[in-house]
């Protein structure tokens, strides 16, 4: 009987040993995935920082380049109705999980760079406004502001390969769908980028 006894506690206490492991070991895994998600959020979070520099810098400069080239309208109107279509977009901590609307807000954010791009062309045409120190202080923030933005989107996508890796690899992947943790969407290329652009002089 004691014997008995003893290897019926010998057992009981052996799966309660690998239920306190699973769980320890669930939680572990758990945490990896919530501090994975969290980089992703941090990561998101600068990149809406430079997209938001951007757009604040945008009235100064068209201001600036309006006074020069008046006949430049149309430019200059695609670039504020761009501006505008980005500020109207209600960007929630909830886009990270819904590919429409992350696809949506790069979009935007896409049309608003290429119209500042057909914008910093046009002023080619006026050498006065090239010399122009406002207009030049300008140009320098956005460059730098476009080149801020880039690190941020490749530094966000960094992040996002990582938390996606994490969810979709086994045993984590079970913990993530149990969880409801969800992959994110990546910052993609432009359409048409991989054409190179036509140079003609």
């Known amino acids: 009987m004691n014997r008995t006894l003893a290897i019926t506690l010998g057992i009981i206490g052996g799966l309660l040993l690998i239920v306190v492991l699973a769980v320890v070991w669930g939680i572990s895994v758990y945490n990896r995935i919530v ?3 969290e980089g992703v959020k941090s990561a ?16 100064n400069l068209v201001e600036t380049v309006k006074g020069f ?6 430019v200059l109107e695609n670039v504020t109705n761009a501006r505008a279509r980005v500020g109207q977009l209600n960007v929630t901590p909830e886009i ?7 696809a949506k807000f790069q979009q935007a954010q896409d049309g608003l760079g290429s119209a500042l791009s057909r914008l910093l062309v046009v002023t080619e045409n006026y050498p006065t ?5 406002n207009f030049l202080t300008l140009q320098s923030q956005l460059e730098g502001t476009e ?3 880039s690190v941020e989107r ?11 890796t994490m969810i979709r690899r086994f045993p984590a992947s079970s913990i993530a769908s149990m969880t409801g943790f969800k992959e994110k969407a990546y910052f993609a290329a432009v359409t048409g980028a991989e054409q190179a652009p036509q140079v003609k002089f």
């Open 154 to 164: 490749r530094r966000f996508n960094e992040a996002v390969q990582s938390y996606n």
């Open 147 to 149: 080149n801020r933005i």
């Open 129 to 133: 406004l090239r010399s122009n120190e």
């Open 69 to 74: 080239a008046k006949q430049e309208r149309e």
């Open 96 to 102: 990270l999980n819904d590919p429409q609307a992350f």
């Open 44 to 59: 998101w979070s600068q990149v809406e920082n430079q997209y938001q520099r951007r757009f604040d810098l945008i009235p």
């Open 35 to 37: 501090t994975a998600e």
